[in-house]
Nanobody
Framework: QVQLVESGGGSVQAGDSLRLSCATSGRTFSMYAMGWFRQAPGKEREFIAGIRSVGVGVFAADLADSVKGRFTIVGDNAKSTVHLQMNSLKPEDTAVYYC???????????????WGKGTQVTVSS
């Protein structure tokens, strides 16, 4: 059973930073790529970032154009955790952020099989 547990959401001011974390089992971390999505009120869920292992302790990542230059996704092998570092937050980043896991193609296509429950991020102007 794949379990994904997000943490790190909260309410911040525009320009602040937050780091979201998604913890899973070592088995899941080694088998699947992982990614972050977000869904704002009244909008469809959108892909934000994906990461996959390309070697021992080496990861490759992709970011949506909307967050490039502000967000970074990193993997932590030792803790089987993926972090989404969000800098220079804007009010339009307000959304529920979800962690997901599956084969990388499914993650970037927005159709991963496994999802966390989500964590709320609210950015005030």
């Amino acid at each position: 059973q794949v379990q994904l547990v997000e943490s790190g959401g909260g309410s911040v001011q525009a320009g602040d930073s937050l780091r979201l974390s998604c913890a899973t089992s070592g088995r899941t971390f080694s088998m699947y790529a992982m990614g972050w999505f977000r869904q704002a009120p009244g909008k469809e869920r959108e892909f934000i970032a994906g990461i996959r292992s390309v070697g021992v302790g080496v990861f490759a990542a992709d970011l949506a154009d909307s967050v490039k230059g502000r967000f970074t996704i990193v993997g932590d092998n030792a803790k089987s955790t993926v972090h989404l570092q969000m800098n220079s937050l804007k009010p339009e980043d307000t959304a529920v952020y979800y962690c997901a896991a599956d084969l990388y193609g499914a993650v970037v296509a927005g159709t991963p099989r496994y999802w966390g429950k989500g964590t709320q991020v609210t950015v005030s102007s």
